[in-house]
Nanobody
Framework: QVQLVESGGGLVQAGGTLRLSCAASGSIRSINFMAWYRQAPEKQRELVAS???????HYADSVKGRFTISRDNARNTVDLQMNSLKPEDTAVYYCYAFALSSTSYKNNWGQGTQVTVFA
């Protein structure tokens, strides 16, 4: 079993910054792909940013140039630095990890952390 715990959400004014952190724990043998997703009310969950085990990042067009994803393979953590926040960034943000625990890789999700950006 792999557990993901997020922290760092909150309420911020437009133009402000927040940093989300996610720590993976449990019976982890290795983590391949890590990512942040978000889901706004009445919208589908969408990929915000992802990062491979080699550190290669990918961003949704809507956050390019404003968000930065990073990971620490030794600590099994992934962070999302969010700058120049906009009201449309308001959503519940979920940490994701494609991780090998016992015999196979599985999808793992955190419980989510609320980010609210007000104008």
């Amino acid at each position: 079993q792999v557990q993901l715990v997020e922290s760092g959400g909150g309420l911020v004014q437009a133009g402000g910054t927040l940093r989300l952190s996610c720590a993976a724990s449990g019976s982890i043998r290795s983590i391949n792909f890590m990512a942040w997703y978000r889901q706004a009310p009445e919208k589908q969950r969408e990929l915000v940013a992802s990062i491979g085990s080699d550190g290669s990042p990918h961003y949704a067009d809507s956050v390019k140039g404003r968000f930065t994803i990073s990971r620490d393979n030794a600590r099994n953590t992934v962070d999302l630095q969010m700058n120049s926040l906009k009201p449309e960034d308001t959503a519940v943000y979920y940490c994701y990890a494609f991780a090998l625990s016992s015999t196979s890789y599985k999808n793992n999700w955190g419980q989510g952390t609320q980010v609210t950006v007000f104008a």
